[in-house]
């Protein structure tokens, strides 16, 4: 089938589909289907926008319905009966059970909007222009959410200098030697450090896209009482690692902090439609009404799919448990195909999780081998060194074990201990 018109009409800045050239036609839970009928398994699950899944059906039988219904699709920040059911759910199911008292925001549909949002109000809420982020954090694509991101390749893309950002060690940057925050405490007291207070500090949980750092809860805490003492807001970036990712809604839950402000996207509307909230205290609610505007705040097939989503796997614990389980067969396989590599080790947290390769190629030949035997899997970290394994929340224990059985094969070949693979696509 013609492929010709994405080479001659679309523009190189594409990426995922040059490592995965299939059309991608129809999808449902773990599986994807291209064109010429071939089956993928799909452990990348939109970068973690398919917390769920592809397609789930009940969602997708939702959307069907609502539109079927003339339902209002856009409405800017209207009120709709789907924005208020998005919201009540969110309050009861999310909210209220943690004892957290946060304000929604809806900004631009996306992770940078979220993100971008979150840095103009942490500087409008303290008067201070300064943020510091974390080494090798990836927080999005617009100048914002660059200038706090630390992938160079990605900076340099801007095309001008990113300011008014400083980055600092995440955890175990040097390895355990260095203690935790030394810089960090040193110049926040010293009035001579030439360092001027930040606004905030936004940290991601885990590092989705930089290399599957994994920061310890009680590192989390230190970051967070540290930032209190000093008055300097704490932005917790869930946009990947939330949604379940890590085993509960939120990836900071364990460490026992209330941020002053959270990002949440990619998998809030459950069913891989763009959707995005800033959450704040509501003390930091200072935004005049306007001030920070936007034409789709209103997806509100995203409210429809998100709120029911809430329900079907948040509203008790049975899913969170299951989860649990998943989460240690993902970690126990991972652990014995790491033993086929020396110097091989699993990263992540939850499941947003992976392999680290001593030879910083080896990431890229697995994925590569991988989607050899039909399996979608992703690299991730400044050199591309760790195979990123993202399977949707939802996978049943077969649909899992099968992907650690190709992750395996995929291992064994790419670094020359299989020749073949023993199964191979079948010819387009
Ligand atoms: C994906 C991601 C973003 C950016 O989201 P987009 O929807 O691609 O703009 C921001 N922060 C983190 C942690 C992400 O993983």
New binding site residues.
Partial sequence: MATDIFETRESQVRSYCMNWPATFERASGAYQWSEDGTKYLDFFSG??ALNYGHNHPELRDLVVEYVANDGVTHSMDMKTPAKRRFLETFERIILEPRNLDYKVMFPGP??????EAALKLARKVTGRQHILSFTNA?????LG?LSVTGNSMKRKGAGIPLTNSSKIPYDDYFDGDIPDFLWLERVLEDSGSGVDKPAAVIV?TVQ??GGLNAARMEWLKALHDLLKRHKILLIV?????GCGRTGKFFSFEDAGIVPDIV?V??SISGYGLAM?LTLFKPELDVWEGGEHNGTFRGNNLAFVTGARALELFWSDDSFQKELAGRIDELKQGLEKIAEHVKGAYVKGRGFLTGLHFPNPDTAGKVAAEAYKRNMLMETSGPEDEVVKLMPPLTIDSEDLQKGLKILEEAVLAATGQMSEPSRLRPPH
């Fill in positions: 970068a973690g996306t992770g940078t909007n979220t993100v990836f927080h999005g694509m617009t959410s991601e989705g896209e970036d869930d946009v990947q690692a990002c996207s990619k995005a």
